[in-house]
């Protein structure tokens, strides 16, 4: 009986004591307050150039403004902004200037996002009269479009059985890109022959085959866009074609090698014959020559009016007793007057091609005894030419003084032996 007791006492002893502490909780509790936060998203994707905005609530019994104060979790926390309300406390820091905007709810939003503004942030609430502060994490990404992708590969064209031919997918700009290849249209995996690299960027054809001929593209996304590149064809020939194919390209620049080089001979040949039938410019100050003279025919030269007013006979001689070495003359002037008469020398010009004037070579003729002939008149187109004086160093070289001399090639050659005739017709004897 007293052990039933006692064990219905340590019963209600054991309940009291709970009941007591509930009530003590209850009373604590209600004097006791706190800030209690809460957000509908926990991970905030913005793009460069965007808006991000980190929304959360605050509740509290406490009428009073809250402290509010943002956070970005670093090795070392870098505060963004801090206020009481929407009142901004203090001076943010350069990066963060003309960026933020605090809300009454406590809210953040940024403007101009940055690379450099992903991470994870915190927000920490309270209120003066409140016991306890309240705080939230909110994570926000920051990621660039993907531009538009192509692929690369060595050449379209490629020949069967090759090794380790590759295809690269590139693109300029995006953030966090994640690659996939297509092959016809459909997905395309790791297999035997065609492997991707670790992040998927490069395709590797081990050994190609003929069932490689095929279209392929590669895709490129991240967290906030996704871009296909245009469609490549690989074009995979066999080793007996492409042998039929180049035979045929070496055969036809053959060809064409000798067609141009068989056109191109005669033109040059007619350009050398053309070139040489160009007749060369004379110049004023050069002399003329008269191919209808023979160098080994007679020539009279023309009176001037020294030889009217002295007047000695002319005889055209043929050279006999030239010097060898020594161009034969065409003619000679044969005169006999007092002792020392001038001498004449007539030349003909050797046939040459060049330009400069022809060399005039000098001799003098033996002196006669035979009368001069009558004087002639001038003929019209002769031009007339003084004698020049005779060197006086003439007889000590042995040779006669040059004086320019004037030949008619009409003029038939006169036979020495003939009496000069008259003007009017008839001989003088």
């Known amino acids: 009986m007293k ?21 003590t909780v209850l009373i604590h509790s209600a004097f006791v307050q706190g800030v209690n936060i809460t957000s509908l998203e926990t991970l905030i994707r913005g793009t460069v150039g965007g808006e991000a905005l980190l929304s959360v609530r605050y509740s509290s019994t406490s009428q009073d403004s809250p402290v509010i104060k943002w956070q970005l979790k670093r090795d070392k926390p870098v505060t963004v902004v801090q206020s009481i309300g929407t009142e901004i406390i203090g001076n943010l820091r350069p990066e963060y200037r003309d960026r933020i905007l605090v809300f009454e709810n406590g809210t953040l939003l940024l403007h101009n996002l940055r690379l450099s503004d992903e991470g994870t942030y915190e927000v920490e609430i309270s209120i003066t009269d409140d016991t306890f502060t309240g705080e939230r994490n909110i994570n ?13 590969m060595l050449a379209s064209t490629v020949l069967e059985l090759t090794e380790n031919f590759t295809l690269n997918c590139t693109h300029d700009t995006g953030t966090k890109a994640i690659y996939s290849w297509a092959k016809g249209g459909h997905p395309l995996l790791n297999e035997t022959r065609l492997l991707l690299s670790s992040d998927q ?26 871009m296909r590149s245009p469609a490549i064809r690989l074009t995979v020939y066999k080793r007996s074609s492409l042998y039929i194919i180049l035979s045929t390209v070496g055969i036809f620049l053959l060809i064409t090698l000798v067609t141009v080089c068989a ?73 006999s007057n007092s002792s020392s008469p001038p001498s004449y020398s007539s030349s003909i010009p050797p046939p040459s091609d060049s330009l400069e004037p022809p060399a005039r070579s000098s001799r003098r003729y033996p002196r006669t005894s035979t009368k001069s002939p009558p004087h002639h008149r001038r003929r019209r187109g002769h031009s007339e030419s003084p004698p020049a004086p005779s060197s006086p160093y003439g007889r000590e070289s042995g040779q006669a003084p040059r004086s320019p001399v004037s030949f008619n090639p009409a003029r038939k050659p006169q036979d020495p032996s003939t009496p000069p005739q008259d003007p009017r017709g008839s001989p003088k004897t």
């Open 3 to 23: 052990a039933e007791k006692g064990a219905f006492s340590w019963a209600s002893a054991t309940s009291a004591a709970h009941l007591l502490f509930s009530l």
């Open 140 to 152: 926000l990404t920051v990621d660039e479009p993907i531009s538009k992708p192509h692929v690369y």
């Open 201 to 226: 960027k490069v395709l590797t054809i081990t050994r190609v085959q003929m069932s490689d001929d095929d279209v392929y593209s590669c895709m490129v996304e991240n967290p906030i866009s996704s």
């Open 263 to 335: 056109c191109w001979k005669p033109t040059k040949k007619s350009k050398r014959q053309k070139s040489k039938s160009i007749p060369r410019t004379i110049p004023p100050n050069h002399h003329i020559r008269y191919h209808d003279v023979k160098p080994e025919e007679d020539a009279i030269p023309i009176m001037t009016d020294h030889e009217r007013r002295n007047p000695v006979s002319l005889y055209i001689l043929k050279e006999k007793d030239s010097p060898p070495g020594e161009p034969a003359s065409a003619c000679e002037t044969c005169t």
